[in-house]
């Protein structure tokens, strides 16, 4: 499962569904050298590749570890809020170790459940090769709450062959982004120029940070929402202006999603889309199969990337498990090069070790945009439980559909937005 393909939206679901974390203490754990070590994975539709790397990776870890044994259960996303809820106001059923989003770290630390892991990463030897970007994602007041498994960011896909017969070139900067879209929706009135929606917030994130702006500011344990500064109302603002008659209309784009967008593009309905590294397949599977290339998002100056947000999934260890100790060196073996690589060969999981990043874009050229994304640095959401509340309320996506139809003037509709976090901040 790929949390980051929705998402990171589905790290909402728990708070969505009116499954909070419960507040508990951490159970006191353990560190027995023995035993069977009980780890929660995340289904996936296809879940074949997956689970025979982590096979490998256990027959490994059971050769070095006598007397260890490890039981995996595969938990469907869907279900995922109860499954989690029910381990941290039950530790003596919580696993060992756990595959969670990043953008669920926040609340799951709240309860007391998940093991500070900063000391550990430090002195793993593959450490210092996680890209420092991606690791951030992992922390919580500093502290480091998981190991990157995977990461997810998107860049821009665009038709080679309406390209070349329009005599475009791939933008450089995001001036030119909306202009080629106009370009291409005056010569080809029944294609979008780019497909993007009003509901599609990791395609938004990119046009606010690159223009200067911010979703929140933090004063010490006090969060703020930034989203009506100058610098964001400049980059929702030149967001909202994609999904104009000219470009992709909003009555047909405004209450698009990211997934509606990719299918857009795929299905020969665009000219250009934001799409990640984990939509190949769905693009591939399309019309536009061989009639497409991918460069970085441009940001507002040539020769700058739009910073990306950057899903994806961590591994992490329950304060309740009784085999700290082997919890700590599973998630190192299954979250090494050797495994990262390998999960990228089954899965097209975008690793986040900077060395294997290199060589699986090295022998497949259509990484190479998305490592060049995260090189550049990508960001992410406030770490605060208080971020899934506001996810789930749609107040950043509802605040670009007023923008883009009209239906509130720019000011006005991110002062409201505003007011909204601040009261899901406490603030």
Known sequence: MRIRR??????????????????????????????????????????????ATVKEAIAEFKAAHSGVEIDVQWIPVEGRADKFSGAFNDPSNAPD????????????????????????????????????SVLDTAKVSGKVYGLPWFTGVRAL????????????????????????????????????????GGKYIYAIMPYLWAAGGELAKQDGPRWTSALNTEASKTGLTTYANLLKADICPPEQC?????????????????????????NRKAVEAGAV????????LPGTTAGKIAPAFAGGNLLGVFNASKRRGLGVEFIQLLGGAKYQAKMYQGMGNLPTL??????????????????????????????????????????????????????????????????????????
């Open 289 to 296: 199969k061989g009639k497409y290339a991918v460069v970085p």
């Open 354 to 427: 900077g060395s294997v990043q290199q060589q699986v874009s090295e022998s497949d050229p259509f990484l190479k945009p998305f490592v060049e994304t995260v090189k550049a640095g990508t960001r992410f959401v406030p770490v605060t439980p208080s971020w899934a509340r506001i996810d789930a309320q749609n107040i950043l996506p509802t605040a670009v559909q007023q923008i883009a139809t009209g239906g509130q003037p720019v000011d006005t509709a991110l002062s409201d937005a505003a007011d909204k976090m601040n009261k899901a901040f406490g603030s």
């Open 6 to 51: 929705t998402l990171a939206g589905l790290a909402v679901l728990g708070l969505a569904a009116g499954c909070a974390p419960t507040q508990s203490a951490p159970a006191a754990g353990g560190d027995e050298k023995t035993g069977t070590l009980r780890v929660w994975l995340f289904d996936e539709a296809n879940r074949a590749p997956k689970e």
């Open 157 to 196: 896909y665009y038709r080679t062959d309406i390209f070349t017969e329009l005599g475009l070139t791939p933008p450089k900067t995001m001036a030119e982004l909306a202009e080629t879209a106009r370009k291409i929706r005056a010569k080809k009135p029944d294609l979008y120029g780019i497909s993007v």
């Open 97 to 132: 170790v756990a595959e969670y989003g990043n953008t669920d770290a926040a609340s799951y630390v709240e309860t007391g459940a998940l093991t500070d892991l900063t000391g550990d990463l430090q002195s793993w030897k593959e450490g210092a090769d996680l890209v420092p």
């Open 254 to 278: 405004a209450n698009l999603t990211g997934t509606q967008s990719i299918t857009a593009f795929a299905g020969g309905k665009a000219g250009m889309s934001i799409g990640g590294d984990f």
